[in-house]
């Protein structure tokens, strides 16, 4: 029986090829499962409870760390790709057919090069907070996460406050309730992300961010882009490319928000969600 919340859900691991991958696992054992693919510096412990749990009402959703990331083993990739195919080989390993996309930021990216791979595994994507290999103004990412960290220790807070959200009166809000959300799995909590993955995972978006763009017109999986309309990270003009270029996409922008714009909104983005993956 599925956990009541992800904040309580158990972390198991798999061994794909020799190496251990963790994750957590939860929801309805019926239907096609969500694989969530998160973000620069994140582990398990970063994915928002109240949108996995929102998720999980309806759906199996499966909570993934790289090559590297957390409690996985092996070395981080420093290439999208590598780490598209580690997804691909997990989902074989988890003995899944098929597979719905959720990714935000750097798991946006992996979502996108999974897609185009192994077609067959994916029936519909969901792509927030990211954009195109080759996209507007992505290599300026470790400039940008160097500074908000400095700051962050200089404030004595989460560097997610300055990369993720505005600092309007909306976001400093929404950035507090987010941070705490975080902190509501009290044990068996992932292990902390190692320094040097970290580096490789900013030498993969700075190589994303210079290779040349890819054909999203063969992407046929239906999608559906979400962002806030002043993303630092990942220019909010990303998520409109996306949707251009990917036939049917969907688009939601969020007002008043940041690259976490859908933590911002999860109670507008949840129903948003599920009803596009009915």
């Not at 036939?247 to 949840?270: E, N, T």
Request: glycine share 10%.
């Amino acid at each position: 029986m599925a956990a009541e919340s992800f904040s309580v859900t158990p972390n198991r691991t798999i061994t794909v090829d020799g190496t251990s991958f963790a994750y957590r696992d939860m929801g309805p054992r019926t239907g096609i499962p969500i694989l969530l693919l998160n973000h620069l510096g994140a582990t398990l412990d970063n994915f928002d409870p109240r949108i996995v749990d929102g998720l999980a009402q309806h759906h199996r959703v499966v909570a993934f760390d790289n090559r590297g990331i957390g409690a996985s083993g092996g070395s981080t990739s420093r290439d999208v790709a590598a780490m598209a195919r580690d997804v691909v080989a997990f989902i074989h390993a988890l003995g899944l057919p098929q597979v719905d996309l959720f990714g935000f930021s750097l798991g946006g990216f992996v979502a996108q090069q999974v897609a185009l791979d192994a077609p067959a595994l994916v029936r519909r994507m969901i792509l927030t907070g990211t954009g195109p290999a080759g996209g507007v103004g992505m290599d300026k990412v470790t400039g940008i996460t160097l500074r908000a960290m400095l700051k962050g220790a200089l404030t004595l807070q989460d560097p997610k406050v300055y990369l993720f959200f505005t600092r309007t009166p909306n976001g400093r809000r929404a950035a507090r309730d987010f941070i705490a959300r975080l902190k509501e799995r009290k044990a068996d909590r992932d292990k902390p992300l190692a320094l040097p993955s970290f580096g490789r995972q900013l030498t993969a978006i700075k190589r994303w961010a210079r290779q040349a763009p890819q054909d999203l017109s063969v992407i046929t999986h239906p999608t559906f882009v979400a962002n806030g309309d002043d993303d630092l990270m990942v220019p909010t003009e990303n998520s409109r490319d996306l949707a251009r270029r990917i036939p049917g996409a969907r688009l939601v922008i969020y007002d008043d928000a940041g690259h976490g714009g859908i933590f911002q909104h999860h109670k507008a983005f949840v129903p948003a969600a599920l009803d596009f993956l009915r």
